[in-house]
Nanobody, 121 residues
Framework: VQLQASGGGLVQAGGSLRLSCAAS????????MAWFRQAPGKEREFVTA????????YYADSVKGRFTISRDKSKNTVYLQMNSLKPEDTAVYYC???????????????WGQGTLVTVSS
């Protein structure tokens, strides 16, 4: 499967952005779709994930209550709605596909190209 992420940009603190990740090819019901992010000089970190089939969701503590992951099966697309953005949310955001839920990047085998989110203070 190929993943194409989009929707990043520059936003002020407190603002919102919605990222999209379009998947080409078949996405199996057992797949897990996730968003990770990587800030300059830092390791890639887990943000959120969703089980494609049943829709169960998982969030990092740092984004819980502010970010929402969802998927549109008809469009083979995963979304990340980000509200109440903070400067520390600034990072390149990557979507990824795995076969099991996990919060480690090496548990995912397909990656999008990344989209930059910059939150100004």
């Amino acid at each position: 499967v190929q993943l194409q992420a989009s929707g990043g940009g520059l936003v002020q603190a407190g603002g919102s952005l919605r990222l999209s990740c379009a998947a080409s090819g078949r996405t199996f019901s057992s797949s897990v779709m996730a968003w990770f992010r990587q800030a300059p000089g830092k390791e890639r970190e887990f943000v959120t994930a969703i089980r494609w089939g049943v829709g169960s969701t998982y969030y990092a503590d740092s984004v819980k209550g502010r970010f929402t992951i969802s998927r549109d099966k008809s469009k083979n697309t995963v979304y990340l709605q980000m509200n109440s953005l903070k400067p520390e949310d600034t990072a390149v955001y990557y979507c990824a596909r795995g076969h099991h839920y996990g919060s480690s990047w090496n548990e995912y085998d397909s990656w999008g190209q990344g989209t930059l989110v910059t939150v100004s203070s």
